[in-house]
Every structure is written in structure tokens, then in C-alpha cells.
């Protein structure tokens, strides 16, 4: 018996699985391809089958889980996990009393783990500075108590023979 969710599929007509995957091309110099990486696309099942259903409940159910994105089991010939409704396409004539055809499309997903939160019980304690003054800061400059010597040299003169020199050089004449 087909299921999908709580609601029993009465007849299943066709089931058409999609199973693929991608993969990452790169040119090579010498105009080869290499692939390099693969990844699955999720899973698809496209379903066409026979509902009775007198008081529509089943198809207000189904239209419900396609708008809410509930996560259902399929269960028959293709046994899916945690699939979604994409598509529903119900489709009432004078053929079926009491129920209606449909199409519909199931794709499925996976699930991301939450990662383990762990709490601290023991205050953390802060490793940083506190701020102090901020903004523009002159700097000064240190006086010394000691005053410093100027050396001077002795002023130099001319010398008799055109040259300078110090005043023990120079010559009476």
C-alpha cells in the first residue's frame, strides 16, 4: 500500500525516479577536460496516480503539507526519506466518482545537524586593557638641570704669510 506521509495513495499509476549528480569541469593547457569534484543533486520522484477521496479530505491534507514544506516519508515501490511536496496537480472529471487523478513531484532533502552549543557556567574574564584618555596627546620636552657648555674655539687672525692661525702665530712686526 502506498503512503506518503499519513495518507494512503490508493492507486500509484507511474513512478519516475531522477537520480543525478555534478561535476566540476577544468580545460586543460593541451585542451583536454579533468574533473575534479562531484557532488549529488537530491534526489526526484515524480508520482501520477488514483485518489478516492468523497469528502476531500486527503486533498486539502496534501495541499497543506506542499504550502507548510512538511517533511513526509514516501513509501512504496521507491521507498524516499524526508521528502518534500515541489508539485501537486490534482485533477477531478467524470471518469473517477468520489476522487480525482493526480501528478505530483517529490524531491529529496537533507537535513544540517545544529551544532552542540556548550554553555559556560564560570564568568570569562576579560583580557583586554580598559580605555583610557583618548584622542590627540602632546608630547613634551624633558628639561635638563644641567646647563650645557658652549665650546667656543679661539678666533683665528691672519699670519704674516697669508695663512690663519691662532693668536700665538701671530708675529709683531
Known amino acids: 500500500m502506498p503512503y506518503l506521509g499519513d ?10 525516479l531522477d537520480e543525478s549528480s555534478s561535476t566540476t569541469d577544468h580545460a586543460l593547457e593541451d585542451g583536454e577536460q579533468i574533473t575534479d569534484h ?22 486539502l491534507k496534501l495541499r497543506e503539507y506542499r504550502q507548510k514544506g512538511e517533511i513526509l516519508n514516501y513509501n512504496y515501490r521507491s521507498r524516499l526519506e524526508t521528502v518534500l ?12 466518482k468520489d476522487g480525482y487523478t493526480f ?22 574574564k576579560k583580557q ?9 596627546k602632546t608630547v613634551r620636552k624633558s628639561v635638563n638641570k644641567t646647563p ?19 693668536n700665538a702665530d701671530r708675529v709683531m712686526i
Do not use: H
Request: charged content about 30%.
Open 7 to 16: 495518507i494512503l495513495i490508493d492507486v500509484i499509476e507511474d513512478e519516475d
Open 38 to 59: 562531484i557532488e549529488n543533486n537530491p534526489i526526484v520522484l515524480n508520482i501520477s496516480g488514483v485518489i478516492i477521496d468523497p469528502s476531500d479530505e486527503k486533498l
Open 85 to 96: 511536496i515541489t508539485s501537486f496537480k490534482p485533477k477531478k472529471n467524470k471518469d473517477i
Open 103 to 124: 501528478t505530483m513531484t517529490l524531491k529529496q532533502v537533507r537535513m544540517a545537524k545544529a551544532p552542540n552549543v556548550i554553555r559556560v557556567s564560570v564568568p570569562v
Open 128 to 136: 583586554v586593557k580598559a580605555v583610557t584618555k583618548a584622542g590627540k
Open 148 to 166: 650645557v657648555k658652549k665650546v667656543t674655539s679661539k678666533p683665528k687672525t691672519k699670519t704674516p704669510s697669508g695663512g690663519l692661525g691662532s
